[in-house]
């Protein structure tokens, strides 16, 4: 087989695209850079491209992932070069490898993301340090989350959470750094991640303020 595996970044331009327009704006560059993509057989066919973990709407990301089969072998700086000059400002391809044996599908492969959440805040930085010593210090930390059958549901979400600190406050804004473990690909939000925060520490983030969060990486397994 032929599978591209492809690293690309989201910036502010297009943050607001959904997943699904995602997927067809990275059809349409693949069609114009004559990409040798590979359909699904049937009535209806389609290109054989999978992405990891979905983006938020209003998230960037400088560590994205996507996979796409190919017909042919395609030299991966060829592949990065000519998607490059066909996708819209905003998004970049910068890094990409070929497979000729199947790798483990993405979503499966994911270990960890990193990110940064910048928010509004009234706390001074004693405050929060001291708050995010005593919150990771938690044995449990219990929050509720919908499940599929849009059931609420309590969950321990400490076990998820790898790392979380200030990285600075600075007119107010609180910028947050946060590592969050996948567990049977499972994972649990950023925001879900300030939400319970606020509730234990007791410490108000602004929620007229849109949070904004950046994904710096979405670490894979190596096998």
Known sequence: ??????KFSRGEALKYVSHLDQQKMFQRAFRRAAVPMAYSAGFNPHPKLAFAQAMAVGMTSSGEYGDVELTEDVAPEAFIRALNRELPEGYRVTFAAMHHEKPRALNAAIVS?????????DADETALRQAIGAYMKLDEILTEKRNKKKKLVTM?????????????LTDGVAAF???MRYIDQKTVSPSA????????SGIAFDREALWRVHRHELVLAEK
């Open 177 to 179: 750094e946060m590592t």
């Open 193 to 200: 991640l300030i939400a319970s925060f606020e509730k234990e």
């Open 156 to 168: 321990d979400i400490k076990p998820y959470l790898r790392e979380f600190s200030l990285d600075s």
């Open 1 to 6: 087989m032929n599978l591209m595996r492809f």
């Open 113 to 121: 993301a990193a990110y940064t959440v910048r928010t509004e805040t």
